[in-house]
């Protein structure tokens, strides 16, 4: 029996043809900026969202981790939604690496407003930490994967432009934010500074994150980087992996989107399940019922091949990805269909 891993979309092994375009890769020392593999992702991921430079990264949080300190100082602060990632997620890596502050707004599912980011700016008064960045993170993971719109974002980028504030995107799964919006990622630079995006999730790359803004910012996020010890050298094989998941895997980010609705209707219709978030994207957050507890539930999906994540008191996650099969996803339904409470 083929294990079904639902815990995250981050789980996916490059395919034969991603595999290939790896070996095939010309590299050279990236420190140097002499990979052209490198540099032909940097351009590429840079000109899909209309951005003047990108930087390529070995994760998501170190492209995360490098926007805020480049937006910010010590005495500042960082508003973001209360279940972000660079606060949740990221080890209290603002306060390691920024010495900066955070300033938490309670969004709904992982969203926050316009209203909201301009009533949390502080007025400029010595006791408070000026207030220098909003980062958003769009698709939310603790939202259930739910998607900002395009009036909302311009909205948000209103209020920091009116306020000299910079905006960061965490996009770790941006393009299943625009897969469900209908978007173009070109839209995306009218309104923000620097966008991360991670290569390694919903796109099947095995390792890497771009981060896009303007060339200046970009050139001092590359000394950034080498600080945090994350220059490398031949890294073009890497970066072969990542422009072969932008060339090929986003059309099909709907697919994993129409998989999880599915999933999420059956879950819906079970009977130990008490409430299913709207599912906007690949992501599936259900709350199990009182009487039946996390650790018995993915037990009993274990003894029946599949893998799925405990997401918080009587929560569960599950998360759909390029290597699921329409076979594994029937299987999938049969399966969470027949536990009884
Ligand atoms: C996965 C993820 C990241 C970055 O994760 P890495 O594992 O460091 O690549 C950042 N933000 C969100 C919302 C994520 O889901």
Redesign the pocket.
């Given at each position: 029996m083929n294990l079904i891993d639902l815990r995250?979309d981050?789980v996916t092994k490059p395919s034969p043809a991603m595999l290939e375009a790896m070996f095939k890769a010309p590299v050279g020392d990236d420190v140097y900026s002499e990979d052209p593999t490198v540099l032909e992702l940097q351009a590429y991921g840079a000109s899909l969202f209309g951005m003047e430079a990108g930087l390529f990264c070995?994760?998501?949080?170190?492209?995360?981790q490098i926007a805020i300190k480049l937006h910010t100082q010590p005495l500042t602060e960082v508003i973001c939604e209360r279940t972000?990632?660079?606060y949740l997620?990221?080890v209290g890596g603002i306060a390691f690496n920024s010495a900066a502050s955070v300033h938490l707004i309670e969004g709904v599912r992982g969203k926050i407003t316009a209203e909201q980011v301009a009533a949390a700016i502080n007025p400029d008064n010595i006791h408070y930490p000026v207030t220098r960045l909003v980062s958003l993170?769009n698709?939310?993971?603790k939202g259930g994967g739910s998607f900002y719109t395009l009036p909302e974002i311009a909205a948000i980028s209103e209020v920091c432009k009116q306020h000299g504030l910079a905006l960061h995107l965490?996009g770790?799964?941006v393009f299943n934010a625009l897969t469900a919006s209908g978007d173009a990622p070109e839209t995306y630079s009218r309104y923000f500074d620097t966008i991360?995006v991670?290569l390694?999730?919903g796109l099947g790359a095995p390792v890497g994150?771009l981060l896009l803004g303007p060339k200046p910012l970009i050139e001092q996020a590359k000394r950034v980087r080498k600080a945090l010890g994350g220059g490398w050298r031949q890294a073009g094989y890497l970066a072969a992996a990542g422009l072969y998941a932008l060339q090929h895997n986003i059309d099909r980010l709907q697919e994993d989107h129409d998989r999880a609705a599915q999933l999420g209707a059956a879950l819906q219709a079970a009977p130990y399940v008490t409430e299913v978030m709207p599912v906007e994207t690949n992501i599936i957050i259900f709350t199990l019922a009182p009487e039946v507890n996390n650790d018995r539930y993915l037990e009993f999906l274990k003894e029946n091949g599949i893998l799925a994540s405990s997401f918080g008191p009587k929560q569960i996650r599950m998360v759909t990805h390029l290597d699921l099969t329409q076979e594994m996803v029937a299987r999938l339904i049969q399966v969470v269909t027949s536990f009884k409470a």
């Amino acid at each position: 029996m083929n294990l079904i891993d639902l815990r995250s979309d981050t789980v996916t092994k490059p395919s034969p043809a991603m595999l290939e375009a790896m070996f095939k890769a010309p590299v050279g020392d990236d420190v140097y900026s002499e990979d052209p593999t490198v540099l032909e992702l940097q351009a590429y991921g840079a000109s899909l969202f209309g951005m003047e430079a990108g930087l390529f990264c070995p994760s998501g949080t170190m492209t995360n981790q490098i926007a805020i300190k480049l937006h910010t100082q010590p005495l500042t602060e960082v508003i973001c939604e209360r279940t972000s990632h660079v606060y949740l997620y990221e080890v209290g890596g603002i306060a390691f690496n920024s010495a900066a502050s955070v300033h938490l707004i309670e969004g709904v599912r992982g969203k926050i407003t316009a209203e909201q980011v301009a009533a949390a700016i502080n007025p400029d008064n010595i006791h408070y930490p000026v207030t220098r960045l909003v980062s958003l993170e769009n698709t939310a993971n603790k939202g259930g994967g739910s998607f900002y719109t395009l009036p909302e974002i311009a909205a948000i980028s209103e209020v920091c432009k009116q306020h000299g504030l910079a905006l960061h995107l965490d996009g770790a799964r941006v393009f299943n934010a625009l897969t469900a919006s209908g978007d173009a990622p070109e839209t995306y630079s009218r309104y923000f500074d620097t966008i991360s995006v991670c290569l390694s999730k919903g796109l099947g790359a095995p390792v890497g994150s771009l981060l896009l803004g303007p060339k200046p910012l970009i050139e001092q996020a590359k000394r950034v980087r080498k600080a945090l010890g994350g220059g490398w050298r031949q890294a073009g094989y890497l970066a072969a992996a990542g422009l072969y998941a932008l060339q090929h895997n986003i059309d099909r980010l709907q697919e994993d989107h129409d998989r999880a609705a599915q999933l999420g209707a059956a879950l819906q219709a079970a009977p130990y399940v008490t409430e299913v978030m709207p599912v906007e994207t690949n992501i599936i957050i259900f709350t199990l019922a009182p009487e039946v507890n996390n650790d018995r539930y993915l037990e009993f999906l274990k003894e029946n091949g599949i893998l799925a994540s405990s997401f918080g008191p009587k929560q569960i996650r599950m998360v759909t990805h390029l290597d699921l099969t329409q076979e594994m996803v029937a299987r999938l339904i049969q399966v969470v269909t027949s536990f009884k409470a």
